[in-house]
């Protein structure tokens, strides 16, 4: 019952941020990964157009990354705000 009602509430937060800065992580290996060894996709597209001095493709691609990224963050952000949306408070 004690960890029904006080701890597991109270670790709840910390879940939630671990858990978004986890995708943030994957994120990141997945893009390395494929920047190392794809033969498709966003990576593929960047390495190959940097090796034929395609400038403005690597740059759409570096910009399709980085706002892939800010979607992902925004969405896990807008996830961690609903769970913990019971737990703040707001001045009266």
Not at 14 to 29: D, E, K, P, T, Y
Not at 46 to 69: F, H, N, P, Y
Not at 70 to 85: F, S, T
């Amino acid at each position: 019952m004690l960890v029904k009602v006080v701890a597991l509430p109270s670790a709840f937060p910390c879940i939630l941020n671990g858990l978004r800065v986890a995708l943030n992580l994957a994120f990141m290996a997945v893009v390395s990964a494929e920047l190392i060894g794809a033969r498709a996709g966003l990576g593929h597209l960047i390495v190959d157009s940097q090796a034929m001095l395609e400038t403005d493709k690597m740059l759409v691609g570096i910009l399709r990354l980085g706002i892939l990224g800010g979607v992902l963050d925004r969405g896990a952000d807008l996830v961690v705000r609903r769970g913990l949306g019971r737990f703040t408070h707001t001045a009266a």
